[in-house]
């Protein structure tokens, strides 16, 4: 899995029902709202359609209105509840075993009905086409999936795994109409199939059009009569341009930080307003432990002794994120301040060169800074150059950056050619399994040659059995503690979540939170 983000969610403790989760808030029909269309602007792309291939933003956005998963995140929270189920629990001690039972009556958008066989279906076709940019990766405890009657799933786990609920209440667990797409090739024709509050008139390259789905049965209570999504390709002074000039309703991801603090200056005379929480979203700088610069731990912990985040922070973003001194950021369950605990908030000279005596290291370290210019957020590149500044600043470092297009940027990753880079994190779900295991475990995301016995025999497999989440603290604690003395990463930031809205645009604040999900139905217009 490619780390899953773009740029700039309200900070919720991550929790997770280990019993039985049973129907629970308003049961909608999909009548649709009584307001207007909205018209939504944003500078990511949504890059697949089909739930088995995308693994963006963009795509998980179009999922997550479009499909019904058996579980969601109900608004402000990030506990999952049932959704097209009507009940799900594990039905054993080791949450190996877990079964859900649909509700009755869900169809299609196309006016089919849905059953256990297209719940089965999507998640074999998933796992069976294993697409390069799809949700595939984050199923390998997924044995099988067994359909008993046509309202009964069974899903059997090869390892324990008590993050599994969360997993399959995310895009990833979008079902489809196993009458409309081939079980072992993705769907090309941009169209979507699937039992979510909307369905997908049209995609383009510019534009997606969606109305309300009145086939729908689930949760949502919409609020509008369709969405229509407007795309600018990464064009933040377009998509600016477009919302004061009233083209849009609404601006999400992508506006700069400059922009943003220009618009909360002159919102009231332009007819817009910043809507603000804080979010999930993270950013690191990674380590290639085979680099034989970076490799050297004095190298790390001095460029962890001088970096500054207050003052990118201020400087680069604005004050449109905050500083991160952990791999789990504030708001999930599990978080500790490892990076500030050993390292300090202030800058250190002496403390970074210290570090560098340790490993015998005299002479200034050259080094360069990796970096990729908009997929982990506008201000990538300029957060880059902040960073080697600092170290250059201090006499103990020759530091230099240098940009590279992402597609490149990923494979001299893999390739081993880096040995500092910038990575970002968009979370798949809300819990600190999504934030660990991926980095740290067997086969790690980051592909900087990392691992410790402890965090991948020890740790993340303890980790992942424990039902009752709050009791994985401790050990999510001596897992962020063993990061921070090793140092594969190094945490940067933690984001905010903006969205920008004309003032007559109203639901704004319920598709802002940690669950990463943006509730198309929640947004209503006068």
């Known amino acids: 899995m490619n780390m899953r983000n773009q740029w700039p969610v309200l900070p919720i403790v991550a929790g997770l029902a280990s019993g039985l989760l049973t129907g629970c808030g308003t049961e909608s029909g999909g009548s649709g709202g009584s307001g207007s269309s909205v018209v939504m602007g944003m500078s990511d792309d949504v890059l697949a359609t089909d739930p088995a291939s995308g693994y ?263 004050g449109t994120a905050t500083p991160l001194y952990s791999i789990i950021p504030a708001g999930i369950s599990g978080h500790n301040t490892a990076f500030f605990d050993t390292y300090g908030a202030r800058p250190s000279k002496a403390k970074a060169a210290a570090a560098l005596q340790s490993d015998g290291i005299t002479d200034k370290v050259k080094l360069t800074l990796w970096s990729t210019p908009s997929r982990y957020g506008p201000a990538t590149d300029a957060l880059m150059k902040a960073i080697a500044g600092q170290l250059n600043a201090s006499g103990l470092f020759d530091a230099d950056v240098k940009s590279v297009a992402f597609d490149q940027y990923e494979k001299d990753i893999e390739a081993g050619k880096y040995g500092v880079y910038v990575k970002g994190w968009v979370p798949d779900y809300p819990d600190a399994d999504n934030f660990t295991a991926p980095f740290f475990g067997k086969g790690n995301v980051l592909s900087n040659n990392y691992t410790n016995s402890t965090i991948t025999g020890t740790l993340i497999p303890q980790t992942a059995a424990q039902s009752d989440r709050a009791a994985t603290d401790e050990n999510y604690g001596k897992l962020q503690d063993i990061v921070a003395d090793e140092l594969p990463v190094l945490p940067v930031w933690q984001a905010k979540q903006y969205a920008v809205t004309r003032d007559d645009v109203y639901g704004l604040e319920y598709c802002l939170d940690a669950s990463t999900v943006f509730r198309f139905w929640e947004l209503s217009k006068d």
Not at 79 to 98: G, K, L, M, N
Not at 100 to 105: I, S, V
Not at 213 to 225: I, L, M, R, S
Not at 250 to 266: N, Q, V
Request: hydrophobic share 35%; aromatic share 8%; with cysteine.
């Open 56 to 318: 963006d933003p963009g795509s998980w956005l179009l999922f997550n209105n479009v499909f019904q998963s058996l579980l969601s995140f109900p608004k402000g929270s990030t506990e999952p509840q049932p959704e097209a189920a009507e009940e799900c629990s594990f039905t054993d001690t080791r949450t190996q075993v877990y079964e859900c039972t649909l509700k009755d009556g869900l169809k299609f958008s196309n006016g089919d009905s849905l059953t256990s066989k297209d719940v089965k279906f999507s998640f074999d076709r998933m796992l069976k086409i294993n697409d390069d940019t799809g949700p595939a990766i984050m199923f390998p405890m997924l044995d099988k999936v067994e359909t008993p009657d046509e309202e009964t799933v069974v899903f059997r786990l090869n390892t324990p795994d008590a993050t599994f609920p969360s997993k399959i209440a995310s895009g990833a667990g979008s079902i489809v109409d196993h009458t409309q797409y081939d079980a072992d090739s993705l769907r090309e024709d941009g169209e979507a199939i699937g039992s979510g509050p909307y369905k997908l008139e049209s995609f383009s390259e510019d534009e997606a059009v969606f109305s309300v789905n009145e086939n729908y049965k689930g949760t949502a209570d919409v609020q509008n009569t369709g969405v229509t999504l407007k795309f600018f390709q990464g064009d933040q002074s377009a998509l600016k341009r477009a919302l004061l000039a009233k083209k849009i309703d609404l601006a999400y991801r992508g506006l700069s930080a400059s922009d943003i603090a220009d618009i909360e200056k002159t919102g009231d005379n332009s007819g817009v307003e910043v809507v603000e929480g804080s979010s999930a979203e993270v950013q690191h700088l990674v380590f290639n432990m085979d680099d034989p610069v970076a490799g050297q731990l004095g190298v790390r912990k001095a460029v962890a002794h001088l970096l500054d985040r207050d003052a990118l922070i201020r400087d680069v973003y604005q």
